[in-house]
């Protein structure tokens, strides 16, 4: 073998050596992040003393991607459970009935009526239409209205039907509709319902409408990777590092709040599908949103201030960048001037007495 062709040789190989070093190095660099292994470990050692202790361990399951572009969809629907890892309220109430935002027939009795006379007489469903029913009686003992309770007596009761939420106002079928479920508890309670007029009502509840429509705001952040793609397990375990814990849904976690049984203060949610996937470890995500409910989260909370906090240090630790839903970058003085609307905001919702946070609040906006 001559030199020439010995060179060409050892040139050639060199030349492959270096192609499939570059592959490998490519494919390790735009393989989907993996979540640190430490944290695994200990996440694990975790759940095998809870297991070992008698406590259900929580469910490790990963963000769900939920729209909330849309006024008529909720980020959080107080008729289901609450997401897990997240206390459960047992017995609380969401808030009464309240003539700002709810039609309220008085129903007058005789003498008195129990409460298991009361429960038994309830409608099948406690809605008209898309708008929720809700029926208290005046405790006898208490003074005070409340749902009936077994065992109890009431002087009264008053039967309410919700003017608007996020599916629109309150229009003439739906009053129709609590008009019939009304009477008919009233008829099995032996009480006389008094009710307000319809077109006052329905009129009371288009202004509502209005207003909820033009008072309404649901923010959203996409935060995008700039290199490589991120695994399930690692955006799970840097959105745990912040507080968010996983939700019920695939795909979904949420930044509870310190008290038992209120909606999420954050949402943080990304593709279903690759929650889901057969090996999790190999889906590859390159964006998340991050979500918030204004009206349903306590001004107190501070959750502008914290969903953009939680923004910048994903974005960092992530090697991402945080965007609007267009895929403009949301900078420093653009986040200043939504975090201005948002105190103009929360100051029109209190003039209103519907604080963001508040029961009527969270009804008025679900």
Do not use: C
């Amino acid at each position: 073998m001559s030199n020439l062709t010995l060179a060409l040789s050892i040139l050639g190989g060199l030349v492959l050596a270096a192609v499939v070093g570059y592959e490998t190095f490519m494919s390790r660099r735009n393989a989907p992040r993996q979540p640190d292994a430490v944290d695994t470990a200990l996440a694990d050692a975790e759940r095998s003393m809870s297991s070992a202790d008698g406590v259900e361990p929580m469910l490790h399951v990963d963000p769900n991607q939920i729209s909330a572009q849309d006024r008529h969809e909720p980020l959080f629907d107080p008729d289901l459970p609450a997401p897990s890892g997240v206390p459960v309220a047992t017995g609380e109430r969401r808030g009464g009935l309240d003539p700002l935002i709810d039609v309220i027939a008085p129903v007058s009795l005789d003498g008195l009526a129990s409460g298991d006379a009361a429960i038994a007489a309830m409608p099948p469903t406690r809605r008209a239409g898309s708008k929720p029913v809700a029926i208290e009686g005046l405790n006898e003992h208490t003074g005070q209205w409340e749902p009936p309770v077994a065992g109890q007596r009431y002087s009264a009761f008053q039967v309410g039907v919700q003017l608007a939420n996020r599916t629109g106002a309150l229009n003439e079928i739906e009053y129709s509709e609590f008009v019939v479920k009304a009477q008919a508890f009233a008829d099995a309670v032996n009480g006389s319902p008094e009710f307000p007029e319809m077109l006052d009502e329905v009129a009371r509840a288009r202004e509502l409408d209005q207003f909820a429509s033009a008072h309404d705001a649901q923010l959203g952040f996409v935060l995008r990777a700039l290199h490589a793609a991120w695994s399930p397990g690692y955006v799970q375990q840097n959105a745990a590092r912040l507080g968010f814990v996983a939700g019920i849904i695939p795909g979904r976690m949420v930044l509870p709040t310190g008290e038992v049984g209120l909606p999420p203060i954050l949402g943080l949610a990304f593709d279903t599908q690759a929650a889901l996937a057969d090996d999790p470890a190999q889906s590859a995500i390159r964006e998340l949103s991050l979500s918030l409910d204004v009206p349903q989260v306590d001004r107190a909370e501070e959750p502008f201030r914290r969903m953009r906090e939680a923004a910048a240090t994903l974005a960092r630790e992530m090697d991402g960048v945080v965007t609007d839903s267009d895929g403009q970058l949301l900078r420093d003085e653009t986040m200043d001037v939504i975090g201005s609307d948002l105190e103009q905001l929360y100051d029109t919702l209190d003039a209103r007495d519907l604080a963001a946070g508040s029961p009527l609040a969270r009804r008025l906006f679900s």
